[in-house]
């Protein structure tokens, strides 16, 4: 299968590790295995493959998340979780509708697999959400699959409960499938800390989750799919050729984890918080940025005001600077960069990004 090179990964490969100052992570400070509260005789435990669609203990803390009960299969991150969504659900020729900017594996995937895929672009106007009406007219009953990610990375939107429902009735309307990709569920900064997922709404609604972004262990690489029988039958056939089972390690540390998410959710939304107060206090002393402050999620958008396209916006700061940000053009935003305000020394590496700004 020949498929489109993936834009962020690849910047991210070459530009992430020379940063002094990393504002391409989505990741909130990462924890290490001794800050969670684990049994000592798991290193007694025999590596053998596990329960091949995820352990018992692991589903039971994922279903903790969802307040219907759903049919899980554990992947390989939630980049697995999507990929076997695509394989599960996609023929050539299928339309799909995307929502726009998004993780490219919404769109790059399906078209690989020869669907016919429309980009819906969230405008900037409408506080990066969906207008209603425009998704009303670009899903018809011939579309398959409608790809959403809420939160959103990169503009830190959250779909608000009663839109997410109007939005299920255009689905229901057209009957069809929802995938939405929940990695940032749990970070919202205002109000319930978790958005209403789509499989709790929703019957033929997909919900991608994972343990990389709410509860800081992207190194475990445990995603999940929690959807209604028929989707998790199809994802579990598909993944005996590409899975067998996730780690047991990586399991059981998940579901440890999870057990203890109040924890690690509490510590995530103060990072995020005192975050959102760095960048809030940089962006008024900054002419030549503006952007709208997120509502969940751990990135932002900044439009800026230079002459420079953002792949080499984004090159010259690094280089002059040593702040790397991530070029709206790996998301096909051209004219903005992505900002990550949960990584280390945020109102340091602001502070060159303003000089950067001022002398260009
Ligand atoms: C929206 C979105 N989906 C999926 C992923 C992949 O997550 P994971 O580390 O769980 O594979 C990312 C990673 O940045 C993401 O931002």
């Known amino acids: ?100 900017p998004t993780y490219q594996q919404h769109y790059s995937i399906p078209q690989a697999l020869g669907c016919k895929v429309k980009l819906y672009f969230l405008k900037e106007e409408n506080n990066w959400l969906p207008d209603l009406e425009e998704l009303d007219k670009i899903i018809t009953p011939d579309t398959k699959l409608l790809c959403l990610n809420n939160p959103n990375n990169p503009t830190g939107s959250v779909i608000p409960d009663s839109m997410l429902k109007e939005i299920v009735k255009i689905a229901e309307k057209n009957n069809i499938w929802i995938l939405s990709d929940e990695v940032y569920r749990g970070l919202n900064l205002k109000g319930n800390p978790y958005s209403t997922s789509i499989a709790d709404i929703y019957e033929r609604g997909i919900s991608v989750g994972s343990m990389s972004k709410t509860y800081s262990l992207p190194g475990l690489r445990v995603g999940w799919i929690a959807a209604n029988k028929a989707l998790i039958n199809e994802a579990n056939h598909q993944r005996q050729y590409n899975t067998i089972s996730v780690s047991t390690l990586d399991e059981y540390f998940a579901a440890v ?78 004219g903005y960069v992505r900002l990550g305000f949960c990584g280390k020394d945020l109102k340091p590496a602001l502070k060159k990004v303003g000089e950067f700004l001022n002398s260009h």
């Open 257 to 334: 984890a999870l057990e203890n998410k109040n924890i690690i959710e509490q510590r995530n939304l103060k990072i995020m918080k005192e975050g959102v107060n760095i960048l809030t206090n940089w962006m008024k002393s900054q002419p030549k940025v503006s952007c709208i402050l997120p509502s969940g999620g751990t990135t932002v958008l900044l439009k800026y005001n230079t002459n420079m396209l953002s792949r080499d916006f984004c090159k010259t700061l690094q280089q002059e600077t040593g702040v790397a940000l991530l070029p709206g053009e790996t998301m096909e935003m051209e």
């Open 1 to 100: 299968m020949k498929i489109a090179e993936f834009k962020i990964e690849e910047w991210m490969n070459k530009y992430e590790a020379s940063a002094l100052y990393d504002l391409t992570t989505t990741c909130i400070s990462p924890l290490s295995l001794s800050e969670l509260p684990y049994e000592k005789n798991i290193f007694n435990k025999k590596l053998d493959y596990g329960d091949i669609t995820g352990s018992k203990r692991l589903k039971k803390a994922i279903q903790t998340l969802y307040s219907k009960k759903h049919f899980i299969t554990v992947t390989h991150g939630a980049i697995g979780a999507n990929q076997l969504v695509f394989l599960s659900l996609l023929e050539r020729g299928d339309k799909v509708v995307s929502i726009v």
